[in-house]
């Protein structure tokens, strides 16, 4: 038996004090199997141990929350007997080391949580985050990580509706792969991980287990070194027809009344499901590591219990049921096997040749993982000085529509199987958020993803508190009313006090603004550690947002016809710092634009209201964000193949800011009746001002410039192709 | 009257299975047995669908694996008797792997998935399977990684003469060039019927335009297929 030395102990990732702890909590010394236990269960990426004490502090609740955080996802009641689940979870490290793998499995693992609680996956969106352009390592990260999302979600037949993706040097050794899941539900048939019934045995079904991806969740919680690729060996392998089989088998299964509990077997594998669903249980386990279905010879307790290959599930089942469990399993040729027994005993004991290799209490070892308040300090933003360039209107437009971050997205979605399931309405490149319908019915659920890394580098508070607001918006945009978020927030090492700060303040941010927007966050994941040599990605909180449409008919998107009338909704100050277009003349500096979250509210109630009572006088409605106004109406020109005629409001000073400007809480709506939507916006005291009709095929802003729309759609789509293809 | 039952046949893997069960369901107006792989037997012979999907995977091949499945044995055994048999995608595929229908569906021209709308036009409206379209061109959408069909020059020509090719991609007016062309197929080709013209393959998914709106495409041939029955 190896003897465990600091060495040891420090390659765990366990620090002195923790390992102090396990010592006091075991009264022995643990042995290797029990360390690389406590290792995944305490790493960053399971307990949540830098962020535990802030995340507290999020609201959870609502009248239509029905699961928040700590199950594998949140749940939100959305009337008739049915739910929705949905959480975004990170890839990032993986998908780093091994894109094309790294993203398929992100991909697979959250579609796991989703379905382990009794839902059908209905469709899946994605927030990514490369490098810059010119870093040698983009394109191929590119391709791996699109490909990798899609051939995963397209083979298991669930559509991936949307999503964002941006490029900045601050992701150049760290990507972001963030995939986002929804599924639905009928309310009383929801499954959740709590083990119960002393003697209830323990099933194990999936892919046999391997030696792949041990320690993923240690090497999710480390910085990258000159040796991270060394790690590919830690990066899983997707398996996506295992997954489908999965999916069926457990959908038929959970038909039956068979299921005590059900967990997914996603970062740190069997360690982490069997402690977790014993924990909630508040039970004991005994695990026969000997019944493990295993792809591999001689592999060893330690790696048995920290493996992470995917598509695997753990399950407690009602003893009268295991025969036509397993019937289910072998109808769709899955592996299955009776592994372990639910005990009394409050520890977790493991067999390996008849005998206990490893023994732990399952309470304490949940309970005291260590909670850190680390200690945080506002960082000073150095700001490179550089040359600024100027450019006309015309050239800033052309400029910002033809660059990586805004180019038409069609050689990513096109990848994307949008609509296998016949309920997509919109995907995210025909309305501000996606709408799938539900199915058999006339409602429909909005989706989003939104961030803004380059507000939250400036202000992570203000930048995370956009950034709700945004996805806010965005459901509102399509018709949606928005119910609830999942968060994803991605940043650097937390043990550095200005990465502390920013994660602090993005979790503040999130809170103030879900506050006043009451729109709860029911479920979230956290990445730390993305760092390369001890440079930081910029901070990276992406919101999920999900809301419900009652009548899918009435949802909006980016459509506008021949003749008719765009208003702005909201106030346009013109601020330009941090904007598309201070970007593009090297002003990196100053400030996001301010948030009134009194405004947002008002704003959007009036957009929402008008759509629901006037809903026939509305064709589209976009929101106006990164761009400003002028980047909003091209976006809808280019969309539509339609041109449109800009009037510049004649009490705009400074042309400029007015187009580019990203003052928040505004809405670009499109509307055939301009009489009732001014009668309305007076009476209820809200800003409204015309802004363009719909006409002709040229983009045209009076007295300033005129392009065709034809010259602007060529501008906006040939980025992708010739980057890929070059 | 009861309703006429259609059979689907179901592979691990299926994903469109639901959505063309629903389609056929609703707008075919006759009831459906879906028969699952290894199931040797098939009762409800008046047609046959085989969806698109991931059969097994597509591993090996797309299609390849399906071929071995009883039920497809017996999809083998019943097209020799003239029972109408239809392949969406996969379906397409498995039928070509099978050798019911010529030629190979391979990688697409830049070896990437690719999913969207897009417009085929029916160069052969003198089959069971078009002949009630009562449209000439229909917009489906596409989704498929494998879709690039490829055949020999002999064969193509055999298929030209007997009038075997029924769907190419064309765009909105009927024009069939390679600028419409999504995936490389030779002659824009989305779908043929074998000599016996009781056995279609195409790869556009016609189950998945028939929601939202009752003017879609997908509804026109769907009703169209009712007169065979």
Known sequence: MIKINKRIVSEHGISEDE???IKEILQREPNLLELGIFSVMWSEHCSYKSTKKWLKTLPTSGEKVICGPGENAGIIDIGDNEAIVFKMESHNHPSFIEPYQGAATGVGGIMRDVFTMGARPIANLNSLRFGSPKHPKTKQLLSGVVKGIGDYGNCVGIPTVGGECNFHESYNNNILVNAMCIGLVKKNKIFYSIAKGFGNPIIYVGAKTGRDGIHGATMA???FDDHSEDSRPQVQVGDPFMEKLLLESCQELMKEDAIIAIQDMGAAGLTSSSFEMASKGSCGVKLFLDKVPCREDKMTPYEMMLSETQ???LMVIKPSKKKSTLRIFKKWGLEAAEIGVITKT????????????GKLPIKPLADSSPEYDRPSEKPFIKFKKENHKNFSIKSALIKIISSPNHSSKKWIYHQYDRSVMCDTYFSSEQSDSAVIRV?????????TCDCNPIYCNSDPKLGAEIGVAESWRNLIASGAEPIAITDNLNFGNPEKKEIMYQIKEAIKGIKTACEALDYPVVSGNVSFYNETKNKSIFPTPVIGGVGVIKNISKSKGLRMNEGDKIFIVGNSHGHLELSEFNRICNKNYGSPPPLDLKEEIKNGTFVRNFMKKHNSIVTGCHDISEGGIILALAELAIRNEKGLNIKIPSNVKNSKNWLFGEDQSRYLLIVNNEDIIKKVAKKENIKLQEIATVSGDKFCIIKKFEISVKKLIKYNSIWFENFIEK | MPKKVVSIVVFPGSNCDRDLDIAVQKYMNVNTELVWHDDPNIKNQEMIFIPGGFSFGDYLRSGALATKSP??????RLSKKGVPIIGICNGFQILTECKLLDGALIDNYKRLFICKENFVKIVNKNTLFTKNINKNIVQFPIAHAQGRFYTSEDNLKRLEDNNQIVFKYSSRDGKINKSQNPNG????????????KNILGLMPHPERAVNFSEDNDGISFFRGLQNLL
């Open chain 1, 221 to 223: 919680s480390a910085e």
């Open chain 1, 311 to 313: 598509e695997r599930m």
């Open chain 1, 439 to 447: 199915h058999n019915s006339t409602k429909a659920i909005a989706v």
């Open chain 1, 19 to 21: 390992f102090k702890l």
């Open chain 2, 71 to 76: 039920a497809m044995k017996e999809v083998i």
């Open chain 1, 346 to 357: 409050g520890n977790m004991e493991i067999f390996f040749n008849n005998s206990l290799v």
């Open chain 2, 185 to 196: 197929s030779m002659n824009n080709i989305a779908g043929i019927i074998n000599k016996n």
